[in-house]
């Protein structure tokens, strides 16, 4: 009999994380980041404690949405309409992963700051040809590629995948400096801006389908652009 209800117990709990991981798109983003960063500990020579403070880490925050979930789920069977004190237990739910977020953030950056300092990429160093010239010849490239897909796709009739050329010009500019200054710190910030950029214009724009088709044009062109350069 106990055996039966602690299984039952278990089938409950498996139902409550893919509740979560199926209607929160939070999770789903927290759960993919956790499996890379899961993936990157068991290439990279970690110590035991490093691998440990990683999976206490990625669990407090998966609690902490976890957490926050069931508080809107609460929340919304108390009340529909609007109400102001609804606001604030969803708004400090959400501030709690927020903090979760920030420190996995600064363990993960500690952690793996050691190992990821690769950003050294010396073909416009040794290659023959100069930096100036080759990061300008990235960025026409990649202005004239994305111009020439956003033309496509407009007289194929799919406005929604014309990528954005801000988004576009901005990842390559921000995956340029990431590969040239050769420092990890400072290529983050440079992403984290582009990142700030980008949340604009998905604030402004009524589809995300050209920002996010623009920022992986912008970075593959860059990326390309290095490597035969």
Same mark, same amino acid.
């Given at each position: 009999?106990?055996?039966?209800?602690?299984?039952?117990?278990?089938?409950?709990?498996?139902?409550?994380?893919? &509740?979560?991981?199926?209607?929160?798109?939070?999770?789903?983003?927290?759960?993919?980041?956790? /499996?890379?960063?899961?993936?990157?500990?068991?290439?990279?020579?970690?110590?035991?404690?490093?691998?440990?403070?990683?999976?206490?880490?990625?669990?407090?925050?998966?609690?902490?949405?976890?957490?926050?979930?069931?508080?809107?789920?609460?929340?919304?069977?108390?009340?529909?309409?609007?109400?102001? /004190?609804?606001?604030?237990?969803?708004?400090?739910?959400?501030?709690?992963?927020?903090?979760?977020?920030?420190?996995?953030?600064?363990?993960?950056?500690?952690?793996?700051?050691? &190992?990821?300092?690769?950003?050294?990429?010396?073909?416009?160093?040794?290659?023959?040809?100069?930096?100036?010239?080759?990061?300008?010849?990235?960025?026409?490239?990649?202005?004239?590629?994305?111009?020439?897909?956003?033309?496509?796709?407009?007289?194929?009739?799919?406005?929604?995948?014309?990528?954005?050329?801000?988004?576009?010009?901005?990842?390559?500019?921000?995956?340029?400096?990431? /590969?040239?200054?050769?420092?990890?710190?400072?290529?983050?910030?440079? &992403?984290?801006?582009?990142?700030?950029?980008?949340?604009?214009? /998905?604030?402004?724009?009524?589809?995300?389908?050209?920002?996010?088709?623009?920022?992986?044009?912008?970075?593959?062109?860059?990326?390309?652009?290095?490597?035969?350069?």
């Amino acid at each position: 009999m106990w055996l039966t209800k602690l299984l039952h117990s278990f089938r409950f709990a498996l139902e409550g994380l893919k &509740y979560t991981l199926v209607t929160q798109r939070n999770m789903r983003i927290h759960f993919l980041t956790a /499996l890379g960063v899961l993936l990157l500990s068991l290439y990279l020579p970690l110590s035991k404690i490093e691998v440990l403070l990683l999976f206490i880490t990625i669990v407090l925050v998966l609690v902490a949405e976890l957490f926050n979930t069931v508080v809107e789920a609460v929340v919304d069977m108390i009340t529909k309409d609007f109400h102001p /004190l609804a606001k604030v237990a969803k708004d400090v739910a959400a501030g709690a992963v927020l903090l979760c977020a920030g420190l996995a953030v600064v363990v993960g950056v500690s952690i793996f700051y050691p &190992y990821l300092d690769l950003l050294r990429f010396p073909y416009f160093e040794e290659g023959p040809v100069p930096p100036n010239i080759g990061m300008v010849a990235i960025l026409v490239s990649d202005f004239f590629l994305t111009l020439l897909l956003k033309s496509w796709f407009h007289r194929l009739g799919r406005p929604q995948w014309e990528p954005s050329m801000t988004t576009s010009i901005a990842f390559c500019i921000a995956t340029s400096v990431a /590969l040239m200054i050769h420092h990890l710190i400072i290529a983050l910030l440079v &992403y984290l801006l582009t990142a700030l950029l980008v949340g604009t214009r /998905l604030r402004i724009k009524t589809r995300r389908s050209p920002v996010v088709i623009g920022s992986l044009l912008g970075t593959a062109v860059a990326l390309i652009g290095f490597v035969l350069l």
